[in-house]
């Protein structure tokens, strides 16, 4: 299975942007899925997860304004994020497992840049 990130962009602060994340096959084997971020000059960070069961995570920094989503019928991750922030400003990479996510041993997609503007 291959992932794809698309939906990012160039927004002001305090808009919205959806961000999918499309799957070439089943997600359904993915007991977890989630959605992290690199900004510039910044490690990797996890945003959100969440599991088959519905059951989601969120870094302190987007809670009360992202939501990650799945869709298994559709083989889709998504990560809603609302009144977006300039530290927002980061490539997105969403990744699947069967058990948990790691950054060498997981599915990975090629991330998509999201940048807000003050």
């Known amino acids: 299975v291959q992932l794809q990130a698309s939906g990012g962009g160039l927004v002001q602060a305090g808009e919205s942007l959806r961000l999918s994340c499309a799957a070439s096959?089943?997600?359904?084997?993915?007991?977890?899925m989630g959605w992290y971020r690199q900004g510039p000059g910044k490690e990797r960070e996890l945003v959100a997860l969440?599991?088959?069961?519905?059951?989601?995570t969120y870094v302190d920094s987007v809670k009360g304004r992202f939501t990650i989503a799945r869709d298994n019928a559709k083989n889709t991750l998504y990560l809603q994020m609302n009144r977006l922030k300039p530290e927002d400003t980061a490539v997105y990479y969403c990744?699947?497992?069967?058990?948990?996510?790691?950054?060498?041993?997981?599915?990975w997609g090629q991330g998509t840049l999201v940048t807000v503007s003050s």
């Open positions: 969440i599991s088959n069961l519905g059951s989601t």
């Open positions: 096959g089943s997600i359904s084997n993915f007991a977890i």
């Open positions: 990744a699947g497992d069967r058990t948990f996510i790691t950054k060498n041993n997981s599915i």
